[in-house]
């Protein structure tokens, strides 16, 4: 059975950091590309973040690049999102995300629909 598992969620304040982890079980997970995503209230979801499966490309969406890392340990089959300079936009519940790589060499993350199992989100909370 595949989990994904979020942690590290929080209420934090504006200018604050948190640290997400995600650990995952139930599959190879050096043959997933990993994203996160957020959903606000009210919201779609959105992405954030992705890692291909060695930790050698990162994507970030614009809003967050600059303030949010990616990072993966693959012996401990975690990703993490470490967030800083977090503003009350980025209040959220957050998301990760296994996408299955046919070629590692051609990798790239795509939308939502394309990632094969999902995490139950944790919450975030920015204050002002």
């Not at 930790?55 to 340990?73: E, H, L, N, P, Q």
Request: aromatic share 14%; net charge negative; proline share 3%.
């Amino acid at each position: 059975q595949v989990q994904l598992v979020e942690s590290g969620g929080g209420l934090v304040q504006a200018g604050g950091s948190l640290r997400l982890a995600c650990t995952v079980s139930g599959l190879t997970f050096s043959d997933y590309g990993m994203g996160w995503f957020r959903q606000a209230p009210g919201k779609e979801r959105e992405f954030v973040s992705a890692i291909n499966w060695s930790g050698s490309s990162t994507y970030y969406a614009d809003s967050v690049k600059g303030r949010f890392t990616i990072s993966r340990d693959n012996p401990m089959n975690t990703v993490y999102l470490e967030m800083n300079s977090l503003k009350p936009v980025d209040t959220a519940v957050y998301y990760c995300a296994a996408d299955f790589i046919l070629d590692a060499t051609r990798w790239k993350p795509g939308g939502e629909y394309e990632y094969d199992y999902w995490g139950q989100g944790t919450q975030v909370t920015v204050s002002s």
